[in-house]
C-alpha cells in the first residue's frame, strides 16, 4: 500500500445519543389541562374579553373615565346625592352597549360548558354577554349595568335597564331615543383613579385566601332602608327612577365604589373556587382584589391556572401556562383542540372497550 495514502492511526469516532427534550405544543397542555379538570374547571373573565366586542373598558386610553368623573357617577356617595345622573350615565352607557354582541371568545366558554369542561363562569364584567352568548352558571361579581334593583329589603325585584328608560320617558317603545325628555350628558371629569379594591399585591401568598375574599372591611355596608328616608336625601330621591311595584327607588344592579361585594354571589364564587381543578383566566389584568384571589383558591388547593391574555400579568407568575394573545383568537384554537382530543379519546375507549367484549354466547339444543 502507498504510504502516502496512510492517515495515521484510526481514531475511534464515538457517536453520542442525544435525547431530544419532547416539545408539546402550549395549546395542547392546555387542552390536556382542560381535560385533566374532568369537568370542574372555572372560567374567570375580566374587560378584555368584553373589549373585543366593542365594551369601552373603563381604565385605558379612551375609556369611561375619561368621559365622566368616576367619583360622581361610580361611587355609592355619589348615588345617593344624585341617583339620577348615575342613571344618566347607564343611559350613555345603554347606547354604547346595545350594539354590542358576544364574541368568539364568549361562545367558546359556552361551548365548553355545553360539553361539560366548565362548571361555573366568575365574571368581573357588567355587561351580561356571557349570558348572551348561552354560558349558565354565570357569576357577576361585580354586577350588571344592565339591570336595575329595587332598594326596598322587602322588595329587591330587578327591571330591565330599558324598562326603567321607558319608565323615565327617555326612550318610546320602539327603543327610540326621545331627545327632549333626556337630561344633559354630565361633564367631564377626573379620571385615572383606582377603582375600589385595585391592588397592586400580587397576592402571592395563598394563606387565607377564601377569607381575604370574604373580608369586607374595607368596603362600607350601606342601610339603604335607612337612607331612603333621611331628610337630607328625599330631595334627591324624587327625581330618581322609581320601582313600579313599591315606589322603592331603583339603583343600577352592579357594585359602586364603596360598595361591599354582593354576599350570595361572592359565597357562590368561593364555592366554585374551592371546587375547581383548574383555573383559566382571560382578558383580565388581575390588579382588583378580592377578584383576584379566587384563581390563587383553585392553585391553592392543588388545582392548575391557565393565563389567557395579550400581556403578563400579576397572575402569570402562578399559573402553569401563559397563552399570549386575544381571547377572541386563542379560545377557538383551545376549544377545537380540546373537543378533538376529547373526541379521539372516546374513540380509543369505545374500541377497546368492543374489543374487550366477550363473544356471544351460542346456545345450541342438545338431545337428553
Given at each position: ?6 492517515c495515521?492511526p484510526k ?8 435525547k431530544r427534550?419532547?416539545?408539546?405544543d ?8 382542560v ?7 372555572m372560567?374567570f373573565?375580566g374587560a378584555?374579553?368584553?373589549e373585543?366586542?366593542?365594551?369601552p ?5 379612551g ?6 368623573d368616576q367619583?360622581?357617577v361610580?361611587h355609592i356617595?355619589g348615588?345617593?346625592g344624585?341617583?339620577?345622573q348615575c342613571?344618566?350615565?347607564?343611559f350613555e ?5 346595545r350594539?354590542?354582541?358576544p ?6 366558554v ?10 361555573g363562569?366568575?365574571?368581573q364584567?357588567?355587561d351580561?354577554?356571557?349570558q ?10 361585580h354586577?350588571?349595568e344592565?339591570?336595575g334593583v329595587?332598594?326596598r ?14 319608565g323615565?320617558?327617555?326612550?318610546d317603545?320602539?327603543l327610540?331615543?326621545i331627545?327632549?325628555?333626556v ?9 385615572g ?9 400580587s ?24 337612607m331612603l ?5 328625599v330631595?334627591?330621591f324624587?327625581?330618581a327612577?322609581k320601582?313600579p ?10 357594585i359602586?365604589?364603596?360598595?361591599a361585594?354582593n354576599n350570595n354571589v361572592?359565597?357562590n364564587?368561593?364555592?366554585l ?11 383580565s ?11 390563587l383558591?383553585?392553585?391553592s388547593?392543588?388545582?392548575?391556572i391557565?393565563?389567557?391574555?395579550p400581556?403578563?400579568?400579576i397572575?402569570?407568575?402562578?399559573s402553569l401556562?401563559?397563552?399570549e394573545?386575544?381571547?377572541?383568537e ?6 377545537v ?6 373526541s379521539?379519546q ?5 374500541i ?5 367484549q366477550?363473544p356471544?354466547?351460542?346456545?345450541s339444543?342438545?338431545d337428553?
Amino acid at each position: 500500500m502507498d504510504s502516502s495514502l496512510e492517515c495515521g492511526p484510526k481514531k475511534k469516532i464515538r457517536r453520542k445519543l442525544v435525547k431530544r427534550k419532547k416539545v408539546v405544543d402550549p395549546v395542547v397542555r392546555v387542552a390536556n389541562a382542560v381535560l385533566g379538570a374532568e369537568g370542574k374547571m372555572m372560567v374567570f373573565t375580566g374587560a378584555g374579553v368584553s373589549e373585543e366586542s366593542g365594551v369601552p373598558t373603563y381604565r385605558d386610553p379612551g375609556g369611561i373615565w375619561e368621559m365622566f368623573d368616576q367619583k360622581a357617577v361610580g361611587h355609592i356617595n355619589g348615588f345617593l346625592g344624585n341617583p339620577l345622573q348615575c342613571w344618566r350615565f347607564e343611559f350613555e352607557l345603554w347606547k354604547l352597549l346595545r350594539t354590542v354582541k358576544p364574541n368568539k371568545a364568549h361562545y367558546c366558554v359556552a361551548e365548553m360548558e355545553r360539553w361539560g369542561f366548565v362548571h361555573g363562569v366568575v365574571t368581573q364584567n357588567v355587561d351580561g354577554l356571557h349570558q348572551l352568548a348561552g354560558s349558565e352558571n354565570v357569576h357577576e361579581l361585580h354586577g350588571n349595568e344592565m339591570r336595575g334593583v329595587c332598594l326596598r329589603r322587602t322588595c329587591k325585584r330587578t327591571y330591565t335597564a330599558v324598562e326603567i328608560f321607558k319608565g323615565l320617558g327617555w326612550v318610546d317603545d320602539g327603543l327610540n331615543i326621545i331627545e327632549e325628555n333626556v337630561p344633559p350628558c354630565p361633564g367631564k371629569g377626573k379620571h385615572g383613579k383606582k377603582r375600589r379594591g385595585d391592588s397592586d399585591s400580587s397576592g402571592s401568598d395563598a394563606s387565607n385566601i377564601s377569607s381575604d375574599v370574604s373580608d369586607t372591611s374595607s368596603e362600607s355596608s350601606v342601610d339603604y332602608e335607612e337612607m331612603l328616608e333621611h331628610p337630607s336625601r328625599v330631595e334627591a330621591f324624587k327625581s330618581a327612577p322609581k320601582c313600579p311595584s313599591c315606589e322603592g327607588v331603583l339603583k343600577p344592579d352592579a357594585i359602586y365604589f364603596g360598595e361591599a361585594l354582593n354576599n350570595n354571589v361572592k359565597k357562590n364564587c368561593i364555592t366554585l373556587s374551592n371546587n375547581s381543578l383548574c383555573a383559566m383566566v382571560i382578558g383580565s389584568s388581575c390588579i382588583v382584589s378580592p377578584a383576584n384571589k379566587l384563581p390563587l383558591i383553585v392553585k391553592s388547593k392543588g388545582g392548575t391556572i391557565i393565563e389567557v391574555n395579550p400581556n403578563t400579568t400579576i397572575m402569570t407568575p402562578h399559573s402553569l401556562l401563559h397563552l399570549e394573545g386575544r381571547a377572541g383568537e386563542v379560545l377557538p384554537i383551545i376549544t377545537v383542540t380540546v373537543l378533538t382530543i376529547s373526541s379521539a379519546q372516546a374513540a380509543v375507549l369505545a374500541i377497546l372497550a368492543s374489543a374487550l367484549q366477550p363473544p356471544p354466547f351460542e346456545s345450541s339444543e342438545m338431545d337428553y
